[in-house]
């Protein structure tokens, strides 16, 4: 068998774990007692794998997740009105299929910012592209696209992006220009592609956050059409769990630590 040439003939084609399996194949006799169509579906099985990791690695690079949370690691333990059952259909992305928004709602430190990244994860691992971007940081990157002549590439790039996160929003009441760019980001996006909003501001304060009410009413319209809305409530997740030993005593101090996973 001419071994070395077809190695170097899957090296040439990009296939290097399909290359890289049958050189371990080669070296290790266990794999003779096996046909050949089933040593080819191993290399095969191999390569896919691999290819599908590096997409996986390459996507969430470019998705820029402030966290590196996964549906897996969310806890449903701390009482904050989180629904099982509704995050792990949110999981499985078919709200991205379906061109939905998801709007993750609640007061500071509950983890509107780890559930955001998990949803933008899943969606990444079923094949979509995300992109994470707090919104003060959105504003600043408008800012300086229109100074440098590159906005209508940032705007066509944000509207090519399967989920766009957007954290941190209505932070402050915008601005009329602000609002104004937020409808174009939204409206290049509205039944065409996912965005994941998180707020501290309840979602009956955005229209006067927005400012302008034409504005206020097109993003809203938009945001609103088609939404799964999560609404969070209770203590900070960076605060710990009470111990036994501070309910007994309301004196002692625990310095254990909430975990920092979801602690945002």
């Known amino acids: 068998m001419l071994v070395h040439p077809t190695t170097e003939g899957l090296l040439a084609l990009n296939m290097t774990a399909m290359a890289e399996g049958l050189v371990e194949q080669r070296g290790h006799p266990d794999y003779e007692s096996l046909g050949f169509e089933e040593r080819l579906g191993l290399l095969v099985d191999r390569e896919l794998l691999a290819r599908e990791n590096r997409r996986m690695a390459r996507h969430l690079k470019a998705a820029k997740l402030k966290v590196p949370a996964t549906i897996e690691d969310v806890d449903f333990r701390r009482p904050r009105g ?19 928004a998801v709007l993750v709602i609640g007061p500071t430190g509950v983890g509107k910012t780890f559930l ?20 003060p940081r959105l504003f ?16 066509a790039s944000w509207a090519r992006v399967g989920v766009l996160a957007i954290d941190d929003f209505l932070l402050r009441p915008l601005a009329p220009d602000q609002s104004a760019d937020l409808l174009e980001v939204i409206e290049d996006r509205s039944g065409l592609r996912s965005t994941i909003v998180t707020s501290q501001l309840p979602v009956s304060m955005w229209h006067e956050a927005l400012g302008d009410a034409t504005i206020a009413d097109a993003i809203l319209d938009r945001l609103l059409e088609k939404e799964h809305r999560i609404e969070l409530h209770g203590e900070s997740l960076r605060r710990p769990p009470p111990t036994n030993a501070q309910t007994k005593s309301t004196t002692g101090r625990s310095s254990r630590r909430a975990p920092a996973s979801e602690a945002k």
């Open 82 to 100: 989180l629904d099982r059952s509704q995050v792990l259909s949110l999981a499985d992305a078919h709200f991205v299929e379906h061109n939905q």
């Open 116 to 135: 955001a990244c998990a949803f933008a994860h899943a969606a990444i691992r079923r094949g979509h592209t995300a992109l994470y971007v707090r919104a």
């Open 140 to 155: 600043d990157e408008i800012a300086i696209a229109r100074a440098d002549g590159r906005l209508a590439r940032l705007m």
